[in-house]
């Protein structure tokens, strides 16, 4: 009979007739989102109608001439030592005209033009200013830029430097800038300027 009873219950297990309880466990709680502010993204730029993009921060490019001391500027002429910069321009497109790209062209040059604020009887050297009010200008010393070691012009009147452009892509031209004294007696203090530049495409 015992047997007869095991034999049932195995049957039955077996058949699903017999079903034993199961215990699920219990559901993980949601967690809640979060959400706060993160801060503010700006995006900023030009749309320009040229054979190639000038590669530069849209609040501009910054050239550290560091400190110098006054006697290195102490007569008339002397000069800092030169920290190299340059423009870049990238993904030029050479056979195309810039205003309609389905018209052919033949760019074979950029020129680069610098302005500023120089000095009435010198246009190759940017005066000084002030970047905030109350702040001390140095005295008597200007700034200069130079191409193939030559001092060029910031006025807007001339070109500074022509790049040869002979193919599609990248082009890097190089400058460098120094502090220059303007008159002996050169007072210490903030010394900064800012030149804008333009490019030519011919």
């Keep these: 009979m015992k047997k007869l009873i095991i034999a049932s219950m195995v049957s039955a297990l077996m058949t699903g007739a017999l079903s034993v309880p199961s215990y699920a466990a219990d559901p993980t709680p949601e967690t809640t989102p979060v959400i706060v502010d993160g801060g503010k993204i700006n995006f900023t730029g030009t749309v320009v109608a040229a054979p190639c993009a000038v590669d530069i921060p849209a609040d501009g490019q910054n050239v550290e001439l560091g400190q110098v001391t006054t006697s290195a500027l102490a007569t008339k002429g002397a000069v800092s030592s030169s920290k190299d ?88 031209i190089p400058f460098t800038a120094n502090y220059v004294a303007t008159a002996a007696g050169v007072v210490a203090g903030h010394a900064n300027s800012t030149a804008t530049f333009k490019v030519s495409y011919e």
């Design 85 to 172: 910069f340059s423009i870049k321009l990238v993904g030029c497109d050479l056979s195309h005209d810039a205003t309609d790209p389905t018209k052919a062209a033949n760019y074979t040059s950029a020129s680069i033009i610098f302005d500023g604020d120089t000095l009435a009887d010198d246009n190759t050297t940017l005066s000084l200013k002030a970047d905030s009010a109350g702040e001390t200008t140095a005295q008597n010393v200007g700034i200069q830029i130079q191409s193939n070691n030559k001092v060029v012009a910031i006025d807007g009147s001339t070109v500074a430097a022509t790049q040869a452009l002979s193919a599609d892509g990248d082009y890097e």
